[in-house]
């Protein structure tokens, strides 16, 4: 069983739909991750938390909007995507969210279709 | 800016035999952390070996051993008697002082019976 799980595990939504994906990890962990992984391209980090304060936003459109509201749940609000977005989002945790190299726990993703 | 390239898209092994896959990064930074991550078809990253670049010695679990060339900025990953459960994605991460993991394309793994 992973310490970190994201659900839904697909979604398919229209571009004028609101949506949420959810992460929760089961790791005491203080830093969370949304990332972007889309075929043939590398993992884009999109945002960063520790201890719920958001610490990066690498320069991802806002109609992607975090809320982590505890150091457990993570969430990924979307609202008016597009094609292009489809992809599959993972999410991750570590114990800190430092340069420590701490080792990040991913969660399985959630693959999001766009029509 | 940092960057990881993994030059092979893909790589075929047989069974119980040896692979090597290829890892090289940009960097200006002399600490910092390097990583093997494997996503199996599952698509849950699963971390398979962790080198720190302070460390000379190269870093070993069981099977995964790297060969980490500091100078060259080259880092590769070695799957001794490979198995049937190896195959995957295959991806080399660069983290540096901005805490930040630095993914390369990945390298997918093919292992014949």
């Known amino acids: 069983e992973t310490g970190v799980t994201q659900t839904p595990r697909h979604l398919v939504m229209g571009m004028t739909n609101k949506k949420s994906l959810k992460c929760e990890q089961h790791?005491?962990?203080?830093?969370m991750y949304w990332y972007k992984q889309s075929a043939k391209k590398p993992l884009e980090l999109m945002f960063v938390?520790?201890?719920?304060?958001?610490?990066e936003n690498n320069s991802v459109p806002s109609r992607f909007s975090p809320e982590c509201p505890n150091s457990s749940h993570l969430f990924l609000h979307l609202h008016t995507l597009q094609p292009e977005d489809s992809a599959l989002y993972l999410c991750?945790?570590?114990?800190?969210?430092?340069?420590?190299?701490?080792?990040?726990?991913f969660g399985e993703g959630s693959w999001l279709t766009v029509v | 800016a940092q960057t990881v390239t993994q030059s092979q898209p893909e790589m075929s092994v047989q069974e119980a035999e040896t692979v090597t896959l290829s890892c090289t990064y940009d960097?200006?930074?002399?600490?910092?952390?390097l990583f093997w991550y494997k996503q199996p078809p599952s698509r849950q990253m699963i971390l398979v070996i962790r080198?720190?670049?302070?460390?000379?010695q190269n870093a070993t679990e069981n099977r995964f051993s790297v060969n980490f060339q500091k100078a060259a900025k080259s880092f590769s990953l070695k799957i001794s008697d490979s198995q049937l459960g190896d195959a995957a994605m295959y991806f080399c991460?660069?983290?540096?002082?901005?805490?930040?993991?630095?993914f390369g394309k990945g390298t997918k793994l093919s292992v014949k019976p």
């Open positions: 991750a945790s570590s114990q800190d969210r430092s340069d420590s190299g701490n080792t990040i726990y």
């Open positions: 790791l005491g962990h203080n830093a």
């Open positions: 938390y520790s201890l719920e304060e958001r610490v």
């Open positions: 960097t200006s930074e002399s600490d910092y952390y």
């Open positions: 080198q720190e670049a302070y460390k000379q």
């Open positions: 991460a660069y983290e540096g002082s901005q805490g930040n993991l630095i």
